[in-house]
């Protein structure tokens, strides 16, 4: 599959020189998941969203901790709990008897970079609460519609949903975030390096902001012209076409899936230094973008095994 490079110009070096060392930084302080952290940037480069799912005590919290340390921009951290209304979260209308009218106090959403710690802790109707934030960039209450600033990204952590206390997130909110990390747990090396090493929360806590909105928002601009060439984009509409004929899948994936894995691809290629996307760059993201978007048969396989089976299953012409 041949790719037609872009002429248009790279990071310039004063950029690309802080994106790397973004990446270094929250590698310093997330240790031995170079992959993970590297599909983090892959989500916040793509103006997508990041869903980070594992076993609780396995750094989802401290990598979403030390990605937001890291971008120099607004924070605001929300613990969802069984008790959260969609209000904590938004914002709520207050009447002011002084000037005889509501004043709107915005919620903590109202930021650019929101950690969503434990999301699957509430119940549904808070988990949805975010559903048009993360879509539209935007919150309407009672008619009226505030835009959210810019960038806005969203790093939610959730707990295996067999854990009790859980509520699983609906189909519907699992499809706004781009990409799906586990992290699984640390190597030996990583692990010795975590109890023999200083308190993480505090290593993040002074650690400097390296990238700013302006940044962020050039290097979501670059992404965009990254070039997937014509066959490139056969390739991703096979694997969308093969997902929803393949055994084991009741529900593929739909366009708005393929528009994200390309993206999410555009920004990977940037990554690794190219202007142009590569088959490899695809394959390599498919199962994270993927697998928490189809929905199995229910004597079937797990989700990311679909996936893979999907990708092995479309070759590449």
């Known amino acids: 599959m041949s790719a037609i490079p872009s002429t248009r110009p790279m990071l310039s070096e004063g950029l690309s020189d802080a994106l790397t060392r ?133 790093i939610a952590t959730q707990n295996p949903v067999d854990l009790s206390g859980t509520y699983p997130l609906p189909d519907s909110q699992l499809d706004r975030f781009l990409l799906r990390l586990a992290l699984g747990y640390p190597s030996a090396e990583s692990e010795r390096e975590l109890l023999a090493g200083s308190d993480r929360r505090m290593m993040i806590a002074q650690a400097m902001p390296l990238l700013s909105t302006d940044d962020v928002l050039a290097l979501r601009a670059a992404v965009n012209d990254i070039h997937a060439s014509d066959a490139l984009i ?55 973008v993927a697998a928490h978007r189809l929905v199995p048969e229910a004597e079937a396989a797990s989700a990311p095994a679909l996936a893979e089976a999907i990708l092995r299953a479309v070759p590449v012409d």
């Open 22 to 154: 973004a990446q270094a930084q929250v590698n310093s302080l997330v240790l031995g998941k170079s992959r993970e952290v590297q599909l983090a940037f892959v989500a916040l480069l793509s103006d997508g969203h990041l869903l980070i799912e594992d076993l609780p005590g396995l750094g989802k919290t401290t990598l979403a901790h030390a990605l937001a340390a890291t971008l120099g921009l607004g924070f605001q951290r929300v613990q969802f709990t069984s008790d959260l209304l969609p209000a904590d979260v938004l914002g709520v209308s207050v009447y002011d008897a002084q000037a005889r009218a509501f004043t709107f106090h915005p919620g903590p959403v109202f930021t650019n970079v929101l950690l969503a710690d434990e999301i699957n802790r509430a119940p549904p109707r808070t988990q949805s609460a975010l559903l048009e934030a993360m879509a539209e960039h935007q919150v309407t209450l009672d008619g009226v519609t505030h835009a959210l600033p810019q960038p806005f990204f969203v």
């Open 234 to 288: 056969d390739y991703v509409q096979a694997l969308l076409t093969r997902s929803r004929q393949h055994p084991g899948v009741r529900v593929g994936l739909s366009p708005r899936a393929g528009i994200a894995l390309l993206r999410a691809a555009r920004a990977y290629a940037m990554l690794l230094g190219r202007r142009h996307v590569l088959p490899d760059d695809v394959q390599a993201l498919f199962a994270a």
